[in-house]
């Protein structure tokens, strides 16, 4: 979900279930699947010290990877950070533990509007929320003048060739969705037809690509200069200097879709009690604020974590105020699913 190639911990990619499961329950080692580029060196190497064990990061870049990853049988992992679709369908399945909040003496840092929006968990019995975000527009201000600040920015005949979407499915329907004046998690077959249309009509044209990653070097080349997603991605890949004068980044006022992505411990996980360490470690004021500095992101989720903070955020967290959070949808997915498969391998 979040890439910055600077400041990040390295990621051991483990490639067999095998380095796992072999691996005893009691050797002081936690096992971490989080998003890419999304857990912070200084953070991990603070709790390694403080603890005195090991801990492995195995990363994914997508909901749909993490899950079909666990499902599979990766279950030698002990904490991973779905967003909260996915957070409560592994509620549903019965594949999480119980967090033992006399273990989370900092739970009461965490914001409670953040709690009153995770109906699917908002006594945090199952997650706790690590983050919540959304993506926006970033625009090279030195390439275009006099644009939208808003989602019509795609229809724009001058970014032809020069502009990139997210590939994801939820969040570029979430979009045009939103743009419209519909619900993100609308599953209305008619709103569902015009936010397609939309899409594959007017935006897909001048777009290069639906790019999930790799955006970020491409808009610090000047090769992009309108893309849809996290702002880390681009913040990450443009260098500090530059990124004043070339940078506008914004979350358009009619919304789109937010997250929450929360930290979970898992059914099998080996290292219970070293995982509820970390969990409460990560929610200490002033380490929560080294991850937040660390991504330039808002303070929100964690209160007392601004009073730390050492760098200014990419974005104001009151410009998610009319985002609203994917949910799980259930079958009805297979309504996006179609309609998106349509988009991404039609011509024109």
């Known amino acids: 979900m979040k890439n910055n190639h600077r400041f990040f911990t390295a990621v051991l990619v483990v490639t067999t279930i095998a380095v796992f499961t072999s691996c005893s329950k ?47 049988g990766g279950d030698g992992y002990d ?33 409670p509007s953040v709690l009153e929006k995770t109906l699917f968990d908002p006594d945090m019995r199952y997650s706790v929320p690590y983050y919540m975000g959304a993506a926006g527009i970033s625009v090279n201000k030195q390439r ?61 044209p001048n777009l290069v690509k639906f790019d999930a990653e790799g955006f970020g070097k491409s808009f610090a080349l000047g090769d992009f200069w309108v893309c849809q997603g996290y702002a880390e991605v681009v913040y990450g890949e443009v260098p500090e200097e530059r990124q004043a004068d070339m940078i506008d980044f914004f979350i358009p006022e009619t919304g789109g879709p937010m997250y929450i992505d929360s930290m979970v411990i898992l059914k099998n996980a080996r290292h219970y009690d070293l995982a509820m360490k970390f969990i409460n ?38 410009e998610m105020d009319g985002c609203e959070l994917k949910l799980d949808l259930g079958e009805d ?11 991404r391998f039609s011509a024109h």
């Not at 509620?91 to 900092?106: G, P, V, W």
């Open 26 to 72: 009691n050797d002081n080692t936690l096992y971490l699947f989080n998003w890419t580029y999304y857990t912070p060196d200084s953070v991990i190497k603070k709790f390694e010290q403080e603890y005195n064990c090991r801990v492995i990061v195995d990363s994914y870049d997508s909901n749909e990877m993490m899950f079909a990853k666990l499902v599979a």
């Open 333 to 343: 997915l297979q309504k996006y699913n179609a309609l998106w498969q349509h988009i």
């Open 281 to 318: 470690f990560i929610h200490r004021p002033e380490i929560y604020a080294e991850f937040l500095d660390t991504f330039r992101f808002p303070s929100y989720v964690n209160t007392e974590a601004a009073q730390y903070l050492t760098t200014t955020p990419m974005y104001r967290a009151e």
């Open 144 to 204: 275009l003048h006099d644009y939208p600040r808003d989602w019509s920015i795609f229809a724009d005949p001058r970014i032809k060739g020069h502009a990139s979407m997210m590939d994801d499915m939820r969040e570029v329907f979430g979009d045009a969705l939103a743009f419209q004046g519909h619900s993100i998690n609308t599953t209305d077959d008619d709103e569902l037809r015009a936010a397609a249309d939309l899409i594959n009509n007017v935006w897909k």
């Open 79 to 111: 904490i991973t950070v779905p967003s909260q679709d996915y957070t409560s369908i592994m509620i549903k399945l019965d594949m999480l533990r119980e967090i033992d909040h006399t273990q989370f003496e900092n739970k009461r840092y965490i914001n």
